[in-house]
């Protein structure tokens, strides 16, 4: 019920495709991520990753980032969606609004979000385009090229390490969240 609501919510609030697409990429990498590390919140962890950029065409963020992740949190409060967890790993997606890393949820969240973009621009670059299409070994040799998807997050994707999760074993298990659901991202 509350996933119905919470795409629901993405639709009425999101309407830049491809970030609809990169939220439920999200999701389904938090899913795998909660399986792993707390089986018993898949669903508030999928729920986050769904709705972490519900503020993209609501707030100027490319020109002030302290806005991203406030109005999503305001948002889903008026709606009565989610919960404080919830609310706190949406904020630790995005440093920029003053917010830390304080919990195994929010490590999470901070890793999951750059990773899928970072696995949708290598499925861009084969010649199908298709997310199957991509190696685990791709994506390793990916992250030492700096100049490929220079605007991804690195370090957040690394810092997936401090969970004792191997990057390789990250890059499979969001690789595999994403060839699940590779119609929905159209990949």
């Known amino acids: 019920m509350q996933r119905e609501k919470a795409i629901e919510l993405l639709e009425k609030h999101v309407t830049t495709p491809h970030i609809i697409r990169h939220c439920y990429a999200v999701e ?5 991520l909660a399986e792993k590390l707390e089986p018993e919140k898949i669903d508030d962890w999928g729920i986050a990753g769904l ?3 519900l503020d993209n065409d609501l707030v100027d963020w490319e020109n ?3 806005v991203h992740g406030p109005k999503t949190v305001e948002v889903m409060k008026v709606e009565g969606i989610g919960n404080e967890q919830m609310y706190r790993a949406i904020l630790a997606h995005n440093p920029a609004n003053g917010s ?3 919990s195994t949820f929010e490590r999470a969240m901070y890793a999951a979000d750059p990773i899928t973009g970072f696995i949708n621009a290598i ?12 190696k685990v070994k791709s994506i390793i040799k990916r992250m030492k090229e ?3 998807a220079a605007g991804a997050n690195r370090e957040a994707m690394k810092s997936i390490e401090l969970l004792d999760i191997s990057f390789e074993e990250f890059a499979e298990l969001a ?3 994403m060839c699940e659901i590779d119609t929905v991202l159209e990949l």
């Open 175 to 177: 690789l595999n969240a």
């Open 146 to 148: 700096t100049r490929f």
């Open 64 to 66: 002030d980032m302290s």
């Open 123 to 134: 499925a861009l670059v084969y010649p199908d385009k298709k997310i199957k299409s991509v």
């Open 51 to 53: 709705l972490h950029d």
């Open 28 to 32: 389904a990498v938090m899913r795998k």
């Open 100 to 102: 830390k890393i304080e």
